[in-house]
């Protein structure tokens, strides 16, 4: 069987509040912090009060409030390749996922 989908996303970057999530998934293995520059912009939280996160990305996916970060890591944010997807669905972190791929990968094949 196959299934032809389409699926519109949209991202606003800092809109809502970090507060209140909880991890819902990971970015991609391998995901640099210049690749989530490239995609989201400049981290909006580059440490947390309790210094259990660097670099914090937040916002909403079609709604739905999320974040990125690097919880507990013992590296620099510039050398992780570990990140976290916060969020109050687990369904944030595969639509977070799928617009990252979209969105870095667009960027190769636009020239």
Same mark, same amino acid.
């Given at each position: 069987?196959?299934?032809?989908?389409?699926?519109?996303?949209?991202?606003?970057?800092?809109? $809502?509040?970090?507060?209140?999530?909880?991890?819902?998934?990971?970015?991609?293995?391998?995901?640099?912090?210049?690749?989530?520059?490239?995609?989201? $912009?400049?981290?909006?939280? *580059?440490?947390?009060?309790?210094?259990?996160?660097?670099?914090?990305?937040?916002?909403?996916?079609? $709604?739905?409030?999320? *974040?990125?970060?690097?919880?507990?890591?013992?590296?620099?944010?510039?050398?992780?390749?570990?990140?976290?997807?916060?969020?109050?669905?687990?369904?944030?972190?595969?639509?977070?996922?799928?617009?990252?791929?979209?969105?870095?990968?667009?960027?190769?094949?636009?020239?």
């Amino acid at each position: 069987m196959r299934v032809n989908m389409e699926l519109d996303l949209e991202v606003q970057m800092g809109a $809502g509040s970090p507060d209140g999530t909880g991890c819902q998934g990971y970015m991609t293995k391998g995901t640099t912090y210049d690749d989530l520059v490239e995609v989201f $912009g400049d981290p909006q939280i *580059t440490s947390s009060l309790d210094g259990k996160i660097q670099a914090e990305w937040f916002g909403r996916i079609n $709604g739905l409030q999320f *974040t990125i970060y690097d919880y507990k890591s013992r590296v620099a944010p510039e050398r992780s390749t570990d990140w976290h997807i916060g969020g109050k669905i687990k369904m944030v972190g595969e639509l977070l996922n799928i617009y990252f791929l979209k969105s870095f990968f667009l960027q190769f094949i636009s020239i």
